[in-house]
């Protein structure tokens, strides 16, 4: 099992950055996916970015130049770099962990005005 905490959510304008951490209960090393999911109001929640434990990545084409997910698994942390960011970014921001099961976070609210 792990336990996932969001943050660095807020307010920002169109063009602006953000970076999202998530910090799990237990050493990341070994799970074998992680990312990060959002949700705007409304609609589905989708996929925005992954990583494997080998570093593979995975990006929404929306956000494919944009975004930047890294991991540093001494800090058993998984971190999102939101540059250029656009208002169609608004949305609640969900951590995300697949071992045997997936595991979410709560989720951080990132809004983005124009």
């Known amino acids: 099992q792990v336990q996932l905490a969001e943050s660095g959510g807020g307010l920002v304008q169109a063009g602006g950055s953000l970076r999202l951490s998530c910090a799990a209960s237990r050493n990341i090393f070994s799970i074998n996916l992680m990312g990060w999911y959002r949700q705007a109001p409304g609609k589905q929640r989708e996929l925005v970015a992954t990583?494997?434990?080998?570093?593979?990545?995975n990006y929404a084409d929306s956000v494919k130049g944009r975004f930047t997910i890294s991991r540093d698994n001494a800090k058993n942390t998984v971190y999102l770099q939101m540059n250029s960011l656009k208002p169609e970014d608004t949305a609640v921001y969900y951590c995300?962990?697949?071992?045997?099961?997936?595991?979410w976070g709560q989720g951080t609210q990132v809004t983005v005005s124009s």
């Open positions: 995300y962990a697949r071992l045997i099961e997936v595991y």
């Open positions: 990583m494997t434990r080998a570093g593979s990545t």
